[in-house]
DNA sequence: CACACTTCACTACATTTGTCGTGATATGTC
DNA sequence: GACATATCACGACAAATGTAGTGAAGTGTG
């Protein structure tokens, strides 16, 4: 039910695929050698993994070769990741979360703007 | 210069150690068994680990006994957890990570005018 | 059809992480 | 001083991660 735990190199490729899938090994092995600069070997293993993981879904065409799908959704996965994030770093306190990217961040007045109006609408709801 | 690496569960004997040093080994087991429930060497192995790292230091007492020391600031550490965090997940932009953490946090109305005042000093800086 | 190229399934191998166990040493206690 | 205890340094070992290589099998091309 939960995702599962996408490690950083598999997040790369799962990246790429919630960008534009369905897509087939080679399709994103083009897609992340420039910045990663792996083999295709690489990105097979990788995507081998994230299928054992559930994290993908291959479908098989008609010419047999085969593309990869994500299965759960980056939402999900963002959510628990940063979930596990905070528990670890911040004791699993939001708030000092927020101070810690609040005082940090260098954020445009419209970005400021924005975000005041969503912690707004946090206390209200 | 960059704090090191620090995994999950050497993360948890960091924070007994920032909580409160110099501690011996023991000292950090007994903080640490009631949670994470380990055996003395497995303590003793991630300091020794921590240690090799950089991240903690030794001092041997008159008695021969050593305790250890956090030779990294928690800030740094939170610091670049962080930004890895950030990377990773949210692409490097910390107004989407922000957005996200500002929708599901639940905080108090006081929390939230703390929180709104800290990016009022953000624009202006 | 014979060969080159693509796609895969397997295997490999070094590191890092999580969890200890063993056996030597040092120390405090009778 | 002999023994129970505490403390260490080392070694161990499985799972997860990062990063590929090999060899078989399918496919298009002359």
């Known amino acids: 039910m939960n995702p599962p735990d996408i ?9 790429a695929l919630w960008e534009s899938a369905p ?6 092995t083009k897609v992340l050698r420039p910045t990663m600069g792996w083999a295709e070997n690489t990105v097979r293993t990788l995507l081998t993994r994230l299928v054992e993981k559930g ?9 047999g ?3 990869f799908t994500p ?4 939402e999900d996965c963002v959510q628990a990741e940063s979930e596990s994030f905070m528990q670890r770093i911040f004791r699993g306190a939001a708030k000092p979360l927020l ?11 419209d ?5 005041k109006k969503l912690l707004d609408q946090n206390t209200t709801k």
């Not at 993908?56 to 010419?63: C, G, R, Y």
Request: hydrophobic letters at 40%.
């Open 55 to 63: 994290a993908l879904k291959v479908k098989e065409n008609a010419s």
């Open 7 to 15: 490690s950083e190199s598999e997040w790369s490729v799962m990246e």
């Open 111 to 115: 970005e400021v703007r924005e975000l």
């Open 23 to 28: 897509q087939t090994a080679s399709e994103v």
């Open 99 to 109: 101070v810690h990217f609040a005082s940090n961040a260098k954020l445009t007045p």
């Open 65 to 67: 070769t085969r593309a």
């Open 71 to 74: 299965a759960v959704k980056r």
